[in-house]
């Protein structure tokens, strides 16, 4: 059986090419600000942008305290050369039942185009996939955020349908893709 509280406790630092992937600390506020609270970035989100950097702050404590219970947590994204934090990548409501967890990502704006979140997910489903021991990952997005779809789709994932008005998001019941990756296809 998935230890899912002891996964979101000891969240493994992942490493890629260009990227390490690890649990945020509260320092890390002013860097999440940075993309938390551009509009650009946060248009297809459930959440932002945020207004102030208490905002952020307030959600790095929550992330931490979720870390300490273990009951969910996200990692940041984080540049090899600088430590300098650029994203986040997240495995969301892992059921250890059915082995199965959705996988969520956002990057500040400066750092899209350049493979980043594609190298990050390919990592993430890796790890989920293998010595993780989850059977299915999915993810989701709104039908318009072609960049989520693409990151999706180059690390591995199949499109499996088009979900209608799936989600009520920023004003609109809005339709999703909905994508997933299985153990038994590597
Ligand atoms: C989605 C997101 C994480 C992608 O990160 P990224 O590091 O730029 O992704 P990659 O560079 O690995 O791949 C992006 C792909 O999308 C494509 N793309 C980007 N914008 C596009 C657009 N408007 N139309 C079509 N394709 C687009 C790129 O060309 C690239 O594909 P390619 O390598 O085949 O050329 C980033 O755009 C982001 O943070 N968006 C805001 C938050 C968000 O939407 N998160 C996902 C919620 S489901």
């Not at 959440?47 to 947590?73: F, I, M, N, S």
Request: glycine share 10%.
């Amino acid at each position: 059986m998935i230890d899912v509280r002891g996964f979101y406790q000891a969240l493994p630092r992942l490493e890629t090419g260009r990227l390490v992937l690890r649990p945020f600390t509260l320092a890390d506020a002013p860097d999440v600000f940075a993309y938390a609270s551009d509009p650009a970035v946060t248009d297809f989100l459930f959440w932002g942008p945020h207004e102030a950097l208490q905002e952020t702050e307030e959600y790095l404590k929550a992330v931490v305290r979720q870390y300490q219970t273990g009951e969910d947590g996200p990692w940041g994204i984080a540049l090899r050369e600088t430590g300098k934090i650029i994203g986040c990548i997240h495995l969301m409501d892992m059921d250890a039942t059915h082995r199965k967890a959705e996988v969520g990502f956002v990057l500040a704006r400066a750092y899209h185009n350049q493979g980043m979140m594609t190298e990050a997910l390919r990592e993430v489903l890796k790890y989920a996939l293998g010595e993780l021991g989850l059977n299915r990952v999915e993810g989701f997005c709104v039908v318009d955020n072609l960049a989520s779809a693409a990151v999706m789709r180059k690390a591995g994932m199949t499109r499996e349908g088009r979900l209608r008005e799936y989600l009520f998001q920023k004003g609109a019941f809005r339709d999703f893709y909905v994508y997933s990756k299985l153990a038994r296809n590597g």
